[in-house]
């Protein structure tokens, strides 16, 4: 009898070895770690920092990295500012051509607060016109707001071809620049501010008002040389196409303007609070007590709202005019020249009694 044989079962297999398992589990530990670690050092701070207030970056024009960087540092702090420059350089970002003041807001992290500086919209400022008694004097404090030189916008100003445009001579640059607000940004230009001043002018100069100077036989620039005076003169805006008026009546006659504002202007003293027979020499052709009619340009700026009381001012028959002796900031108005010398001993007793010089 055959024995029976019966073929042996394989070995079932081996389970995998428990260190081999470990090993494995070990490397991803660690290439997580480093991920983690990586994430810490390079990105987390991008995005986790935030910035420590409100900020306008001025990026000049033709500016790098380093630029940028500085700016930066200048509101919100070098850490801040080194994360910006960071993010910039990964991104491989080029400023060379983002001339322009950026704003970044409070909390914003230094990977927003590049790509804004990068590809974010200009912040507008505010650029306010009040009362400029000279050219030089408000191209100081222009440029002191925008990114170019006094003497650019002087230049700009004194620009025979522009100012034409606005049927201005030289040196009648202070007419365009009217009382107001008007919103630029700070990268704008000499000719960028011209042009936005300049609009403004034209759209008050219209039609209805320049018809209106020309029934009272004058030019948009003689009536605001007109009312640069007028506001020299009165506070009142109740008082001031009263005022106006007069010198309108003076120019009518033949008669000097003798406005004190046009001595102190051509003495370059506004501090001057009495004029006297000492300051009439001064040889200038703003001096109006020396030179018949108007001065060749505004004495200063000079609002709408002045404008229109000119305008819109009540015929009369003053020809004289002499402050309040109660100092209230309005004016005695007179015909003749007897009532005028009243009224005028009147205000010079109270300076006397006061000791103003």
């Given at each position: 009898m055959e024995e029976n044989q019966q073929s042996p079962k394989p070995a079932p297999a081996a389970p995998p070895s428990r260190r081999?398992?470990?090993?494995?589990?070990?490397?991803?530990?660690i290439i997580v770690g480093i991920l983690i670690i990586f994430s810490l050092i390079y990105f987390i701070p991008f995005v986790a920092m935030g910035a420590e207030k409100e900020a306008v970056i001025k990026i000049p024009?033709?500016?790098?990295?380093?630029?940028?960087?500085?700016?930066?540092?200048?509101?919100?702090?070098?850490?801040?500012s080194e994360k910006v420059a960071k993010a910039a350089k990964l991104t491989k970002a080029d400023f060379s051509r983002r001339h322009g003041a950026y704003p970044i807001e409070e909390g914003m992290s230094p990977a927003k607060a590049c790509h804004r500086l990068m590809k974010g919209a200009q912040h507008p400022l505010m650029l306010t016109i009040n009362g400029f008694r000279s050219a030089d004097l408000l191209a100081?404090?222009?440029a002191r707001r925008l990114d170019f030189t006094a003497d650019s916008l002087l230049n700009a100003m004194s620009d025979p071809a522009t100012l034409s445009e606005y049927g201005l001579q030289p040196g009648q640059a202070l007419a365009l620049f009217l009382d107001d607000s008007y919103e630029v940004y700070w990268s704008a230009s000499p000719a960028d501010i011209i042009k936005k001043v300049g609009d403004n002018y034209k759209r008050v100069w219209n039609e209805e008002r320049t018809a209106k100077a020309e029934k009272l036989g004058l030019?948009?620039?003689q009536v605001?040389?007109?009312c640069s005076?007028?506001?020299?003169?009165?506070?009142k805006a109740d008082e001031k196409g009263k005022v106006g008026r007069l010198y309108i009546n003076r120019l009518n006659v033949g008669m000097p303007l003798q406005a004190d504002p046009t001595i102190r202007f051509a003495l370059g003293d506004f501090t001057i609070k009495r004029v006297k027979g000492e300051h009439l020499n001064v040889d200038s052709p703003f001096n109006t007590y020396r030179n018949r009619g108007l001065p060749p340009a505004p004495i200063r700026t000079?609002?709408?709202a002045t404008i229109d009381s000119v305008l819109d001012s009540e015929p009369s028959?003053?020809?004289?005019m002499c402050a309040k002796e109660d100092f209230s900031g309005y004016h005695n108005f007179a015909e003749s020249y007897a009532e005028h010398l009243d009224n005028a001993r009147r205000y010079q007793k109270e300076l006397d009694r006061l000791g103003i010089e």
């Open positions: 081999k398992g470990m090993s494995g589990f070990m490397i991803a530990s024009a033709g500016a790098t990295v380093k630029t940028v960087e500085d700016s930066v540092a200048k509101y919100l702090g070098a850490d801040y100081q404090r222009v030019t948009p620039v605001m040389t007109i005076i007028v506001d020299e003169e009165t506070n000079t609002s709408v028959e003053y020809l004289y």
